[in-house]
């Protein structure tokens, strides 16, 4: 330690206490309330101010999983968005992402529970990005910006500490995936060709809205030196092909477009809907595929019988299935595939404001 | 006087606190009983309870009637459970070989027992905890199932019938009092 900085701390009469925090900090440990991370003690002048933030009442009810008989209320989630590292000004933002999230069949069902270990994949649209210090550029699946990191978290706690989902416990993921309850995407609106994801999820008009569904992992196509956008999807189309992500007659996957990838598909004409219907055409497999890989059981068409061995099975059958995004830096051509556990309900939530 | 910590958990009614789901009372007897079940979907669930099914006919003559859960990873709605208490003597479900349906099995028997019907649930041994955690947060703690080896999934129809075969001693256990175990 240099001699300036240790007469600095000596000279901030209202400097923090750090014994005091680190103990503070070990008290939340202790409780079993942490994912791992240290946490930031909540006190109830912290819990006002987030209260403060939404005109909701702290009692209302915000979900609920019958299954274990628990449910969270405003102030309960405020607590654990507190603990989480927000800002009370981002507590808006959480609300209306875990509304998103219960908006989700999988996540009201054994999703938080479920050997897959789903983490939610939130996406952040509007006004809100830029007046909350969203990172809507480079690294955007992060880390490095305290929304992006603290909003997931949050709602990884308040499904850990209100609905007592304990890993070994309640939550039995096998391997669980990386980034469990730390993506956060705010859509690079300014470098889309397109409008923002919040209009697909049906909230227009440019209002600051939030979007989430359960993934399972994601999956990089690195692709920048062909001139032809036709390359690049397939290119993509292989990867959400993969065999081993499937396990049910239809799958989900949400592309995350680097926004060069996304230009160039816009230069050559093609709209959101022109990218998911080649991947609704071109991606499934045969019988005999699906048979090679002990799966003769997924391609299962809907009147109950099974795709023979040349039979194409395709895997998308709705734009919906194929949610388009657009995130990270325009300084080269990689994109995501991230692979949606259940289905996206389609439904963006508005950021409340305080009535 | 500094301010207190704020707990993140919420209005938790712990499990010792909760009014103690009650266990139906057991059968003095398999024979001649109306056994329901109730098959959670999972792969080789419906050939494993059909054989648990199959053996018990003809050990005790049982009438077995089979039921499709709705969906495998959450507890029977009401209306069904009211169903199945009405239509049968004992329940057997199951397989309970993943996160949610492991405890969701859980779940079904200790609403179907304080509805006083005797159930066996079946789970695989590597999801013990979670059927464990699931009955006590439904007032049953300790609450007994019987368990197979994990995987099922994956088993052969051979080795599935030597799983139900295997399995079915603990079963009976399950619903029926103990002298008349020790007399079977």
Known sequence: MTAANTEGAAAGAAAPDPDEAQRAIEYCYEQGWSDGLPLVPVSKPLLDAFLATTGKDPDEIIGALEQVGRDVNVRTAAINAAMAGCKPEYFPVVLAAFEALMRERAARGGGFQSTSGPSPLIVVNGPVRKELGFNTAGGAFGPGFRPNATIPRAVGLIVRNAFGIHPHVLEQATQGLPGRWQVCIAENEEESPWEPFAENGGVTGGVSAVSATLTRTMEFVDNRHTPNHEDVLRDIEDTVNRMGSLIFPQTSVALVLCPEHAQMFAAAGLSKADVQNWMIEKCGHTGREFKLAGKENVPRKPDGTFASDEEFHRILSAPQQVPVIVAGAKNAAISMVVRIFGEWSGSSVPVGEKK | ?184
């Open chain 2, 1 to 184: 006087m500094p301010n207190a910590i704020l707990d993140p958990t919420g209005t938790v009614t712990n499990s010792a606190a909760k009014p103690a789901a009650p266990r139906a009372p057991r059968l003095a007897s398999l024979d001649g009983k109306r056994v329901g079940l109730l098959i959670n979907t999972k792969q080789n669930a419906r050939p494993f309870l059909d054989e648990v099914g199959r053996l018990l006919e003809d050990r005790y003559g049982v009438t077995v009637t089979k039921r499709t859960k709705l969906n495998f990873a959450v507890p029977e709605p009401e209306n069904v459970i009211k169903e199945l208490v009405a239509e049968n003597d004992v329940i057997i479900t199951g397989v309970g070989d993943c996160g949610s349906c492991s405890a969701a099995a859980t779940a079904d028997g200790v609403v179907l027992e304080a509805a006083g019907v005797p159930v066996a649930a079946i789970i695989t041994d590597s999801f013990i905890p979670t059927a464990d955690a699931m009955a006590a947060l439904r007032g049953a703690p300790g609450y007994k199932y019987a368990t197979t080896a994990h995987p099922v999934a994956v088993l052969t129809e051979d080795k599935v019938k030597e799983r139900a075969a295997q399995v079915l001693d603990d079963v009976v256990a399950l619903l029926v009092e103990d002298s008349a175990k020790d007399e079977a």
